[in-house]
Nanobody
Framework: QVQLVESGGGLVQPGGSLRLSCAASGDIRTIYRMAWYRQAPGKQRELVASITTGGKTNYADSVKGRATISNNNAKNTVYLQMNALKPEDTAVYCC?????????WGQGTQVTVSS
């Protein structure tokens, strides 16, 4: 099994920044892909950003130019740096690891963008 623990969420003013972290533990030998998803109230979950262990990244159009996903393979950790935050970025953000055993999810961390 793989356990994922996110941190870094909270309340931030519009235009502000934050950095989310997701650390994985457990039986991890190979990671195919790490990603961040988010779900706002009343909306479907959406992919925010993803990164392969080879470093290939992918971003949702809504966050391009404002978000940077990165990872530390040695620490089995993935990060999401978000800048120029907007109220519409308010959501629960969950990390996701795709490993040979399957897909694993973190419990989620709330990000609220409000003045």
């Amino acid at each position: 099994q793989v356990q994922l623990v996110e941190s870094g969420g909270g309340l931030v003013q519009p235009g502000g920044s934050l950095r989310l972290s997701c650390a994985a533990s457990g039986d991890i030998r190979t990671i195919y892909r790490m990603a961040w998803y988010r779900q706002a109230p009343g909306k479907q979950r959406e992919l925010v950003a993803s990164i392969t262990t080879g470093g290939k990244t992918n971003y949702a159009d809504s966050v391009k130019g404002r978000a940077t996903i990165s990872n530390n393979n040695a620490k089995n950790t993935v990060y999401l740096q978000m800048n120029a935050l907007k109220p519409e970025d308010t959501a629960v953000y969950c990390c996701n690891f795709y490993v040979p055993m399957g897909m694993f999810w973190g419990q989620g961390t709330q990000v609220t963008v409000s003045s």
